[in-house]
C-alpha cells in the first residue's frame, strides 16, 4: 500500500498541490498537516508511521515536506527501513525500494555524519581559542564581586533584635535578581578561602 504524507507550513499555505500528486502516485491513504517544519511533533506524520506496514511505501512530494533536518531525515528512513517501509520521494526521484534509493540515503546519513563531526570540531577549537584569551564558557555572573560581597554583608547585617536587617527577597530586589542567585553568590563567596 502506498501511504502519502504532505505538510504545508503556514495556514496561508494550500495543501491542494501536495494531494493532487499523492494521489496521482496512487496513494491509497494520505495525511496532510499544517505545521512549520521546524517543530518535532508532526501528529498526522506520526499517524502515517503507524499505519505503515512491512512491504508499504510511505509517499512524500519533496524531501523537505517531510524532515525538520538531514539528521531527521535519516532517522525517519531507518525508522521506516527497520520497519521494512520504503520510502518514495516524487520530485527528487527517490525510491528506496531501489539499490540507488538506499545508496542515496546512505550518501545523505555520511554527510549529516560528516556535519556533525565538523560542527564539534569547530566548537572546541572555539572553546580552544576564548581558553586562550582568557576567557571560559558559560554565563557571566548576574553580580559583580563588589555586589556580592554588598549582598552578603546586608545578608549578615543585623537588626535591634538580633534578627537580620533585609530579608533574601528584599537582597534580590536591590540588585534586580532572583532569590537562588543571592544564595549562589553568598555560597561562592563563603567556599572562597579568606586572606
Known sequence: MR?????????DQDSGAQRDALEAAGCEQIFIETVSGKLARRPELDRALLVARSGDQVVVTKLDRLGRSLEHLIQLSNELQSQGVDLVVLDQGIDTSTAVG????????????FEHALMSERTRDGLAAARSRGRTGGQRPKLTVR???????????KAADESRAYTVQEIADEFGVSRPTIYRHLRLLASEPTA
Open 102 to 113: 538506499r545508496m542515496f540515503f546512505q550518501i545523505l546519513g555520511a554527510i549529516a555524519e
Open 3 to 11: 501511504i502519502g504524507y504532505g505538510r504545508v507550513s503556514t495556514r
Open 147 to 157: 555586589q556580592a560581597k554588598i549582598a552578603r554583608d546586608m545578608y549578615e547585617e
